[in-house]
């Protein structure tokens, strides 16, 4: 059963909280801006392909390329739900209406904590960062003070964070053009050589590097992507939201897709030595001293370091307004609900919302960030496949059909993203030390996600999804 039209998803429907609401303030750009910063692709540059290409080596380039047509697949199927249902709630709002109310509680459970949790891996990651760069500094206490700061940044109303991020996107893409400057200006190999003869370091040598490394590299690939579907969050702070944000999804994929792929390219076209590259702890880091010196490698990495501080501002924000839907469509005690759906009155901003995920983020700085990935690892594989039902049953049951964006060759894209997430399921599960803990953490959570909503949520008569208009 799905909800449409009244909003309500089963039963009577029970009184709201009063809500004051969010303020329409932002036009494409901001919400680009914001999307683009919670992507970081200066972060997954230097922290997240380093992984890939020790897994695949110079084949790193065609995994990125294959993960990039996954990317597109589910930046469609983000961009016509989203115009459809341009709503706070993001992946759980969507689902809820089109699928059913149990699998948009079970996207809400996986999400939250995901959503919670991803500002301090980031942080830790940073604060790690950092410490290489500054080691009197200690990781958890920096975590903590980083994000804190991010937090009180998000309490600001939505134009300004979106001023704030974007100045620090540009730093982040500065450095990304001088990364690119400094592999081009000097290429060792053509790009057909990454392309027909991708290789990877074996022992002390070189090795052509088989397919299966590659479609492991694409399991990776795909997580480095990730986050031009957070459109979505600011779709009721959006100027005509519903014409114009499957747009800023497409865009933001595309530009993340760009500043990904051409540094990478660059660092494997211009290495002159792919060996020692491979064998590199800090392989683009050395890359950066080796081609320009350590005073180079040192601001580069400051820029990083502000790339990965960028991105917890926009994760904040996101899940703020993700709690902010929670707390509007009842999901928590009457009580919590009324406190948590407040709005500042000057900033328009989900205030206390954002604090309450900053507080629970920076107390998640003193768990094991080992133990974070496993929770947060793969709750992405049941988000993506949830709105991939919902696409595909949005159009059958003409759900979706209001939407002002219908993508082409359909149901291509779902079906696509599908068998896609199906191998990086099975990728995960063949890991034993995140991979596999991580599913059966998603299962975990997936199962008390439903006891909750049969033995609680439903016992107080029914779950209204509400929106803007609510």
Known sequence: MSAIQGEKISGEATEAPAVHGLHRSMKILGTLLITLSAVSPASSVFIIIPGIVQTAGSGAFLSMIFAAIVGIFMSLVYAELASAFPLTGGEYAIVGRVVGPLAGFIVLGVNTLSSILIPAVFALGLSSYLTVLFPHFQVVSTAVVAV????????????????????????????????????????????????????????????????????????????????????????????DATKKIGRAILMALGITVLCEIVPLTAVLMGANDLKDLFGSSNMFGDFIANRSGSTMNTIISLGIALAIFNAMIACILAAARMVFSTARDKVWPLGIDNFLVKTHSRFHSPYISTLFCGVLAAGACFVNETALFVITGTGLIVIYAALCFAVILGRKRGTTGHGHYRMPFFPLAPIGALLMLLYVTYANWQDPVIGRPSLFTTLGVIIVSAAYYHFVLRRKGAWVLRGPQN
């Open 148 to 239: 804190v700061i991010a937090t009180l940044i998000s309490t600001l109303n939505i134009r300004s964070n979106a001023i704030i991020t974007g100045i620090f996107l540009v730093i982040e893409v500065l450095a990304l053009v001088i990364l690119v400057v400094l592999g081009f200006v000097h290429v060792s190999r053509p790009i057909t050589d990454l392309i027909l003869h991708p290789v990877m370091l074996k022992g002390t040598g070189l090795v052509g590097t088989p397919i299966g490394l590659i479609g492991m590299g694409v399991t990776i690939a795909i997580f480095a992507y990730n986050g031009y579907g957070s459109a979505v969050y600011f779709g009721e702070e959006m100027h």
